[in-house]
Structures are given as structure tokens and as C-alpha cells.
């Protein structure tokens, strides 16, 4: 098509020192992640979640993993249990820890090893507002973040809330890992916009991979 250029193997694109958009570096793994997720969502429903000032979250979420991320009245923190059940999480899959650690060495923090994995659903006009992750115990560790289904525009601010936040759009089996110098940079979802994907449809998905205790 006029106009459009079409990279064969997309290459990783620095966001910023230790920060990397990796196209369509997941998209091999896909399907694997998606029946993957769909597992963890049968054991540990997806769910909406208030933040500390009783507002709900936009997209609803749940986790696997030794750790998962929550909110409630009480503050933003990792819990080894589902505060539904007070069961463990279900265990992360080798297949999205494996991956998480091949991207992670790639963008060149060897030795990661995730603990915790958020999973994200977004509807159309769900957003995530600019946030930094700072619940974790040791910020030298990166983050590992992948996309399946509808697209999304990442919002890719500074190490202030106010700094100028840059557009990035997220497609199916993007990955992005930033950590570093980069790690406390403000991040968020722009609403995502309507539209149908052939392998989830009406649905944005995110893993979040992190390594939640020292
Ligand atoms: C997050 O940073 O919490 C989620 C980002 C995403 O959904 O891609
Ligand atoms: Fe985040």
C-alpha cells in the first residue's frame, strides 16, 4: 500500500534509557497467552477493583503468581492470596514466565525473574490513567508488559506527572520492558478505542510482569 512500509521483523524501539517497545515480539506466543489467560480467569475471576480513595478502577483485573497486585480501602500492595477467596493465586504459567524472562534479557536485564502477573481486560473506552509502579520491593527489577487483542495507545510520560506523555500504540503480541533509569517514568492507557479483534474481540488484554518481593 502507498504510503505504509511493512517491516518483515519489527525491530525493538527505545522509549528511553532501559525503556523498549518490542512489535509484535509476543505474537509467536499468542495463542499460548490467550488460553493461558483464559485459564487463570476461570480459577480467578476478573474483577473490578476500588482504589484506596473508593473510586473503581476502569478495567477490571486479576492475577497468577505468588504474588498479585491489588487495591482496596486499604492501600495499593501485593497479597499472596485472592482477596475474594483467601486462596493462592493460581501459578504463573511457564509459558508467560518464560517469556517474561526472554524479553527481559533481551532488553538487557538478565537474571529477571517474575513473581507476580497482573492480567488487564479492557473494553472499548476503558483507560488506565498515568500512574508509576512503586509497589514492588526492588525497583531495580524491570517491568515486562504484553498486549493481545484490541489495540491501545500507551502513554509514556517522564519521571514527573506533569512531563509531556508520548503515544505509543500497543498491537496484538507487543511487548514493552522498561526498567532501569526508566523505571518510575509515569505510564497509562489512552481509552481504547471500539473495535473487534478476530482472536479476543471486543477486548484489550495486558500482562503485567513484575518481580514483586526482594
Ligand atoms: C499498567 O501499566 O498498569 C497497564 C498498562 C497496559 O495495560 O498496557
Ligand atoms: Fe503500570
Known amino acids: 500500500m502507498r504510503g505504509q512500509i511493512t517491516l518483515l521483523e519489527p525491530v525493538p524501539v527505545e522509549l528511553g534509557p532501559g525503556a523498549w517497545h518490542m512489535p509484535g515480539r509476543a505474537l509467536a506466543k499468542a495463542g499460548g497467552l490467550l488460553d493461558a489467560i483464559a485459564e487463570v480467569i476461570r480459577d480467578v475471576p476478573l474483577r473490578q477493583m476500588l482504589t484506596p480513595g473508593g473510586r473503581r478502577i476502569c478495567a477490571p483485573m486479576t492475577n497468577c503468581g505468588r504474588l498479585g497486585w491489588i487495591s482496596d480501602r486499604r492501600g495499593y500492595r501485593y497479597s499472596a492470596e485472592d482477596p475474594l477467596t483467601g486462596r493462592p493465586w493460581p501459578p504463573m504459567p511457564e509459558l508467560v514466565a518464560q517469556l ?42 524491570p517491568i515486562v508488559s504484553v498486549s493481545l487483542g484490541l489495540p491501545a495507545v500507551f502513554l509514556w510520560g517522564g519521571l514527573r506527572r506533569g512531563d509531556k506523555a508520548r503515544r505509543v500504540t500497543l498491537a496484538h503480541g507487543d511487548a514493552l520492558v522498561f526498567g532501569g533509569e526508566s523505571r518510575m517514568c509515569f505510564h497509562g492507557i489512552a481509552p481504547v478505542a471500539r473495535g473487534r479483534h478476530p482472536k479476543t474481540g471486543e477486548l484489550r488484554y495486558n500482562l503485567t510482569l513484575r518481580r514483586a518481593a526482594a
Open 100 to 141: 517474561a524472562r526472554q524479553l527481559a534479557g533481551e532488553a538487557g536485564y538478565a537474571g529477571f525473574e517474575p513473581d507476580a502477573c497482573l492480567v488487564n481486560a479492557y473494553r472499548p473506552g476503558m483507560r488506565m490513567g498515568l500512574h508509576q509502579d512503586r509497589d514492588e520491593a526492588d525497583m531495580s527489577q
